[in-house]
Each structure stands twice: as structure tokens, then as C-alpha cells.
DNA sequence: ATCCCGAGGG
DNA sequence: CCCTCTGGAT
């Protein structure tokens, strides 16, 4: 059962204090250099580890830079280079289109609109959210990844599974100016000591207010 | 066997 | 709501 919005709003000041204290400088752990890049990293991050992204994105950045670039691309050779990244066939197909409707549709720039960057082929909201408040400082939503989903369950911010429904409870409970850093600073939270299988709660600092102590 | 900074389609 | 797409890491 799920806290009323109040306790919720409380429960959510606690995280937001201790998430400042332990991780302070919390960023983007995704290497880029221009909103586009960082737009085809967050694509590739799905269901991979942000290390083997940058791996990755290393190689197809140096050959392929920008939309007008990666639009002129051959579907196969960027299947190559993102491989190991997972789910290949469609993010190479993804990115290559993105890329073209980039080029045909704004000039080979990235939109800083939410409905925009959403009506890409191969970028949802979560996608749409890292780059809109990453690249360009607009809070226009909450990041809901794995990470943050599950903390934000672990923690009684939420207990929908379905990730629009996370967001849509997070953006109630979180005051707007801490959605960029709450995301970002909950999921090197999730990385480093709330993990999926062995979280280190013995080295945790949000057990005070952890609903999970004792279960 | 299960999870990793998901999205699209049924 | 469910399923599929995928390789790497643990």
C-alpha cells in the first residue's frame, strides 16, 4: 500500500537530502560532446551497461559525428560497430532513421521539445528526458531507467512497475528543480550499492528511512 | 539464471 | 498488460 502524497512528498525530501550528501557530483556517466551524441548514447544504453556504450560510442562517434554523417551511414556497418551493445538490429536501424529525420526534419539538430524528440524512431520518454535535462537543462520529466524504478519502489516513492506511471508519481512527489539530479544521483545510488541482486545495505545511508530494512 | 541508464508493437 | 529484440557481465 502505497503512502498518501504528503508522506510520499516527506519520504522524498529524506532521499533527496541523503542522495546530495553521498553523491554530490553525481553526472552523466555517458560520454558525448553534443546533444546529438549524447542523444544516440542514451539510445544505445538500453539493456547495456553505460561502460560498453562508451566502448562503443568511441568508435561510431569518430567515424560518424553528427546526423548528417550518420544518416549517410550503411544500416549494416553501424550493426557492426554497435554489436555488442545488444538488441543491434534495432537500435542500428533506430539511429540511422533518427538521424535522417534529424537531418530532414530540423537541420540536423537535436528538438528540445518533449513531443518532438519522443517522435523519433528508437527514443521513449526515458531516452527523450535524459537528453532534454542533460544536454539542455530542462526538467521536462523524471528519468525512469531500471535503476530508478526499482530504488524509487525499494524506497515507498512508488509501487507501479510500468514506467510512465513511476514518472507520473515521481514528478508529484519530487520538486521539480531536483528531477535532473535526482535521477542521475539514484542511479549511481543503484550502481554502486542498491543493485538488482546483491544490494550492500550494510553500506547503504538511506537505511533510516528505508522501507525495505526488515523485510 | 538474472540483470544492464528501453522502445515498439500486440 | 504482455512480448520481442540482443550481447555482455555476474
Not at 15 to 35: M, T
Not at 68 to 82: F, S
Request: net charge positive; charged share 25%; aromatic share 6%.
Amino acid at each position: 500500500m502505497l503512502p498518501d502524497l504528503s508522506e510520499r512528498k516527506a519520504q522524498a525530501r529524506r532521499v533527496v537530502r541523503q542522495l546530495k550528501k553521498d553523491y554530490a557530483d553525481a553526472e552523466c556517466a555517458l560520454n558525448f560532446d553534443s546533444p546529438y551524441q549524447l542523444l544516440i548514447a542514451t539510445i544505445l544504453s538500453a539493456q547495456c551497461t553505460d561502460v560498453r556504450v562508451n566502448i562503443v560510442t568511441k568508435d561510431l562517434f569518430a567515424q560518424y559525428p553528427d546526423a548528417e554523417a550518420m544518416a549517410k551511414a550503411k544500416v549494416p556497418k553501424l550493426e557492426k560497430i554497435i554489436q555488442t551493445t545488444g538488441f543491434f538490429r534495432n537500435k542500428a536501424k533506430n539511429i540511422h532513421a533518427a538521424s535522417q529525420a534529424l537531418v530532414d526534419q530540423y537541420d540536423g539538430e537535436v528538438p528540445q521539445e518533449l513531443d518532438k524528440l519522443v517522435a523519433l524512431p528508437g527514443v521513449g520518454r526515458k531516452t527523450a528526458n535524459v537528453v532534454l535535462g542533460t544536454a539542455f537543462g530542462i526538467p521536462s520529466g523524471v528519468v525512469v531507467d531500471t535503476h530508478v524504478g526499482r530504488l524509487t519502489r525499494r524506497l515507498g516513492l512508488t509501487d507501479k512497475a510500468d514506467a510512465v506511471k513511476v514518472e507520473k508519481e515521481l514528478m508529484e512527489a519530487v520538486p521539480k528543480k531536483e528531477w535532473i539530479d535526482f535521477s542521475h544521483r539514484l542511479i549511481h545510488h543503484g550502481r554502486a550499492i542498491c543493485a538488482a541482486r546483491k544490494p550492500k545495505c550494510d553500506k547503504c545511508h538511506f537505511l533510516k528511512f528505508c522501507p525495505q530494512v526488515g523485510v
